[in-house]
């Protein structure tokens, strides 16, 4: 009996993964549609600059409700100005992401002045750059707090409601860096392997619990050319900006993919890289890291 019962879960499984193979392929040549998002609430974290300021922009021309969070007061209510020029609506707050304490006392005022929110954009980011024994103890608390721990905070307050209503989105930049380890990032590169996991474990409670109708997606981009990364060097690939990077992006949250990579092509890339050795990777890596060394060599 136990072998029989064995040989029924093996075949289960292959039906399960040859099924999913078949949705895969499908949903390459047939995407999802685009979900509407008027009216919709979204929190924006990091949106006075760079990315946040991309979503910002990008998202209020389709009729998206946004709420504005960053550190920096005046670069905020520039990217709310924006916004408002374009017939957009921005709520602007100040709040450092860091913070539990902050990230509670502004979600109680979004909640107060605008509303619950429906997609939670978890932006704000941090990079050093340098080697690990150069960096900085209060660099590396900061890049946690910032790049992980931060996620934790916002999702454990707009959350709740999204559950009450069964419907909601919860949108993490990431970074390709969480997938592959690069030399000069060390703190940077884990916080993003830990800002994955943090989606994909997310991910799968909520579909444990029956939230079905809550989305959690990655976005993976690889360098972008904003105030983390002024210049980058690579042959095989250069870097994107951050208008092109949220076009990407925003095409995949309207689609509910749970991963998402800027440019598509990464997609593949890591794929490929699985197949290579290991030496041959990492003088791919070490070919990229060296122009991440030369910046860090000039602020010295």
Known sequence: ????????????????????????????????????????????????????????????????????????????????????????????????????EDVARAAREVRRDVGDVSILVNNAGVLNGGSLLDVTEADIRRTFDVNTLAHF???????????????????????IAGFSGTALLVDYCASKYAALGFCESLREELVLAGHKGIHVSALCPYFVTTGLVQKFEDKLQAARNAHDTVVTAVDGLLRNQQLIF???????????????????????????????????????
């Open 1 to 100: 009996m136990a072998l029989v019962g064995a040989l029924v879960e093996l075949f289960t499984t292959l039906v399960v993964i040859l099924y999913n193979y078949m949705v895969a392929a499908y949903c390459l040549f047939v995407p999802p549609a685009r979900k509407p998002i008027h009216g919709e609430i979204v929190l924006i974290t990091g949106a006075g600059h760079g990315i946040g300021r991309e979503f910002a922009l990008q998202l209020s021309q389709l009729g998206a409700v946004t709420v504005l969070w960053d550190i920096n007061k005046e670069n905020n209510e520039k990217t709310a100005a924006e916004v408002r020029s374009g017939g957009g609506q921005a709520y602007t707050y100040v709040c450092d992401v860091r913070s539990y």
């Open 153 to 175: 905070w916002t999702v454990k307050e707009f959350l709740p409601p999204m559950i009450a209503k069964q419907t909601g989105h919860i949108f993490n930049v990431v970074s």
């Open 262 to 300: 800027s440019p598509p092509s990464m997609w593949l890339s890591t794929r490929i890289g699985l197949l290579f050795p290991r030496t041959t990777n990492q003088y791919m890596k070490l070919k990229a890291g060296a122009s991440i060394y030369e910046q860090y060599s000039k602020r010295q």
